[in-house]
């Protein structure tokens, strides 16, 4: 796919051998009892499917939807569970699987929800981490890849829908400004 708009950041092989990678240091960090991988959807499904075929243990998997609402640049802090978990939580490992975190305001509202559902433990892990946007606090225990403040997309990060099946994560030209008027 060639794209004027698209540079790449990350390629295919790299995000796969860091993936594999943590992978490896998820399964270690947890030797014993269930765990449980909580996909936030959309943006997560790509990184979920290759992190838990990355583990070296079982797993248990489920899907959360979340809308974050927010006029302009960034969000208002508003946070709407659009899909709620189907398994219960109580008395296990959680571990939250994200694609980035931005704002820090949905992971920061997700864990507060979560804590509440009397898990043993609660982590997060997210393929990208945009340090400098951060607004909330969120503590993050692992990461793929700090990434610098632009626009990203594709393995399963959108702008507007599109670009969610690039092999490779982009820089988005341009997106920021288009991004900041969108409702
Ligand atoms: P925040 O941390 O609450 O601001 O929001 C994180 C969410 O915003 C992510 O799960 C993405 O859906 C979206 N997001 C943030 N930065 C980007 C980006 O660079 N590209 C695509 N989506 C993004
Ligand atoms: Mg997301």
């Known amino acids: 796919m060639t794209d004027p708009n698209l540079r790449v950041l990350l390629a295919s092989n790299k995000i796969q051998a860091r ?3 943590m992978g490896e240091q998820i399964s270690a960090d947890y030797p014993d009892g269930n765990l449980h991988l909580i996909c936030i959807l959309k943006g997560a499904c790509f990184f979920l499917t290759d992190l838990a075929r990355a583990m070296k243990r079982d797993v248990f998997v489920d899907f959360m939807g979340i809308s974050t609402y927010g006029k302009g640049k960034t969000s208002s802090g508003e946070v709407k569970v659009t899909k709620d978990l189907d398994i219960s939580l109580e008395g296990a490992n959680v571990l939250i699987v994200e694609d980035i975190v931005d704002s820090g305001i949905t992971l920061n509202y997700l864990m507060q929800l979560l804590q509440q559902r009397k898990p043993k433990s609660l982590r997060i892990a997210t393929l990208l981490d945009k340090p400098e946007r951060r607004q909330r606090p ?6 793929g890849f700090r990434i610098p403040d632009k626009f990203v997309v594709g393995y399963g990060l959108d702008f507007g829908e599109k670009y969610r099946n690039l092999d490779d994560i982009c820089i988005l030209e ?4 288009t991004v900041a008027t969108a409702p």
């Open 19 to 21: 993936i594999r990678e």
């Open 138 to 143: 969120v503590e993050v225990s692992y990461v």
């Open 174 to 177: 341009e997106a920021r400004e």
